[in-house]
């Protein structure tokens, strides 16, 4: 049974940072791309960031681009997603996904549409 746990939500104000962690277990994470995704009030939900198994490949949605870094720990069985210069409408709830198939090298949103799904954590940005 895999499971996913994220954790690193809050309120911060407008220019603040935070730091998201999904925890994985029940499966093996290294060998498999993960991802971040966000889902506001009254809105479908979004790609955010990922990153391949070995952590060589990344991808940003462009509106967070430059200030999000999505990076991992195998060790660990940890994906992150650091937030800096956080704005308003970077308000939702981020979940993390992690790819069902291993070994996929490149890392793109549609790894992602079978995969396996974390709770979600609340981000709320002030202004």
């Known amino acids: 049974q895999v499971q996913l746990v994220e954790s690193g939500g809050g309120l911060v104000q407008a220019g603040g940072s935070l730091r998201l962690s999904c925890a994985a277990s029940?499966?093996?994470?290294?060998?498999?791309?993960m991802g971040w995704f966000r889902q506001a009030p009254g809105k479908e939900r979004e790609f955010v960031a990922a990153?391949?198994?070995?952590?060589?490949?990344?991808y940003y949605s462009d509106s967070v681009k430059g200030r999000f870094t999505i990076f991992r720990d195998n060790a660990k069985n940890t994906v992150y997603l650091q937030m800096n210069s956080l704005k308003p409408e970077d308000t939702a709830v981020y979940s993390c996904?992690?790819?069902?198939?291993?070994?996929?090298?490149?890392?793109?949103?549609?790894?992602?549409?079978?995969?396996?799904w974390g709770q979600g954590t609340q981000v709320t940005v002030s202004s």
């Open positions: 996904a992690l790819d069902r198939y291993p070994f996929r090298p490149v890392a793109t949103p549609g790894l992602f549409e079978n995969g396996y």
């Open positions: 029940g499966r093996s994470f290294s060998s498999c791309a």
């Open positions: 990153i391949n198994w070995s952590g060589s490949s990344t």
